[in-house]
């Protein structure tokens, strides 16, 4: 059985369209790429996907059933979700915030359990927060917020995960660090469905790539055939180039960027160590800001 299904779905705010008549199915197992451009619907089909909305017309089902009949516990127990931005009105600590996403395997009013916080740590030392457990979560750098909720979601141990602009907010290591998790996740047979604004990672990780564009699915098939510099160029509605680095590695480059050989050379006088520092500074004074 499908994960997802979409069936002519539709949907619209105040009798504006959103999304138009939208089909597709995500099977187990698969990671699934959503692209397309500012304002084009991809935040509403995850919140769509997760239950929170319900359609104009035709269905959106989750494992055969309507996604918005199912409880909260249930969806809790079946999906975990990352949101684009988290701001909670109380300044919980970031081990609480991770330990919410245990809620659902007992009442969420009860208290966790000593594998639920051995889980929770877990989570936080695989994004490299485990010394900002105690750190109030209203004091964090957005990028140390966002890595918090993507530990709450690994925390939560569901078989699927959407996750809406996972990368946002994220240094350029910790991005790395995120997409080798997300590939052991794939790995150990997850169900993930995400949006990005990076082409570069539907290319290096998705099973298949949906793209959207005007509230309508314009694409849906693998990587290689369904990210090109036609297709990124009609849907970006700018022209796009892609790159193959070291004969396997593809990367998508913007062709109006300015390049080096354009540009007076800049003399600096920074230098930088041929190997990081020792010892490493923690992700508190790393993100500070």
Known sequence: MDVFTAENLSFAYDRKPVLSRVSFAVRPGELV?????????????????????????????????????YSRRELARRMASVPQSGQPAFAYTVLAMVLMGRAARGGFFGRPTRRDRDIAREALARFDIADLADVPYTRLSGGQRQRTLLARALAQDTPTI?????????????????????????????????????????????????????????????????????????????????HTVNG?????????????????????????????PSPPRSSHERDHR
Request: charged letters at 20%.
């Open 33 to 69: 790429c959503l692209l397309g451009p500012n304002g084009c619907g991809k935040t509403t089909l995850l919140k769509l996907m997760r239950g929170l909305l319900a359609p104009s017309s035709g269905r959106l089902l989750l494992a055969g059933r309507e996604a918005g009949s």
């Open 248 to 276: 396997t590695l593809r990367i998508c480059v913007p062709d109006g960027i300015p390049r080096p050989g354009r540009r007076q050379p800049v003399v600096s006088s920074a230098t930088f160590p041929a190997t990081p």
């Open 162 to 242: 959407v996750f809406d602009e996972p990368t946002t907010g994220l240094d350029f290591g910790h991005q790395a660090r995120f997409l080798d998790i997300l590939d052991a996740l794939r790995t150990a047979g997850r169900t993930i469905v995400m949006t990005t604004h990076f082409p570069d990672h539907a290319l290096w990780l998705a099973d298949r790539v949906l793209m959207l564009r005007g509230g309508a699915l314009v694409a849906d098939g693998a990587p290689d055939t369904v990210v090109t510099r036609d297709s990124l160029g009609h849907l970006y509605d700018a022209p796009i180039s892609i």
